[in-house]
């Protein structure tokens, strides 16, 4: 058995007709903790979507693999079905729809299963007493008059509780404290066991001094231009990526 969970290959993506994506390449295994850097406009977001396929962004070209299957063209519904989840960099505020009833939702979307609300509700309390959430949270409608910290908190939560097979972590630590940030590095190492994985998307290494990784991959204009180990992001912290580009 295969212990590949993500492959794109030559992956190439359009927004509003002009190319942000220009032949993209990452295999990612399973257990494995990924992480992509590089500075704003350099396609980082725009990666994670077409992942998902997201209409907004269009495939020119490549294709993406997940768990031995093509799913580069899939609705990004059956993708999630599929074992993907992703956190926003601002999540969205839902008024009327508690904490519980969203996750309660995802995990029948997902599971295709009924959720037993009694031991449902004890799960995510005691996922929200290690995120240092307020378990009052729970009937509060989804991210409304939450903090940026608790809404990242939120996305980890949600992870935790739905169990993907990948989790895309889109500027999880954007905006965060340093006990916030240990908080969410927390949730990652919660959350990753050998069978799934991890891709971290972020500009900076806030995230990284209180994580282990894998790899790092630094994205420049659309394209990997490098990929090393934790060092790799060090290198950055001290240098910049101004090194990267051409």
Do not use: W
Request: charged letters at 30%.
């Amino acid at each position: 058995m295969s212990n590949q969970l993500l492959k794109i290959e030559n992956l190439c993506v359009n927004v509003d007709k002009k190319q942000i994506l220009k032949g993209i390449n990452l295999e990612i295994n399973k257990g494995e903790i990924h992480v992509i850097m590089g500075p704003n406009g350099s396609g980082k977001t725009t990666t994670a979507n077409a992942i998902l396929n997201n209409p907004l962004y269009t495939k020119t070209s490549g294709s993406v693999l997940f768990d031995g299957k093509d799913i580069t063209n899939l609705k990004t519904d059956e993708i999630a079905r599929n074992g993907i989840f992703m956190s926003f960099q601002l999540p969205e505020e839902i008024p009327g729809i508690s904490v519980t009833n969203f996750l309660k939702y995802a995990k029948n979307k997902i599971t295709e299963k009924p959720v037993k609300i009694f031991e449902f509700k004890k799960e995510i309390k005691t996922y929200m007493e290690e995120l240092k959430m307020n378990p009052e949270y729970m009937e509060r409608s989804l991210n409304v008059g939450f903090s940026g910290g608790e809404k990242k908190k939120n996305e980890i939560l949600q992870m935790l509780v739905l169990n993907p097979k990948l989790a895309i972590l889109d500027e999880t630590d954007s905006g965060l404290d340093v006990d916030a940030i240990k908080t969410v590095s927390k949730g990652i190492e919660m959350f990753k066991n050998k069978k799934n994985a991890v891709l971290i998307i972020t500009h900076n290494t806030k995230i990284l001094h209180s994580l282990k990784v894998d790899y790092v991959h630094v994205l420049i204009d659309g394209k990997i231009v490098k990929t090393g180990n934790q060092e790799l992001a060090k290198k950055i912290e001290e240098n910049g990526y101004e090194q990267y580009k051409k």
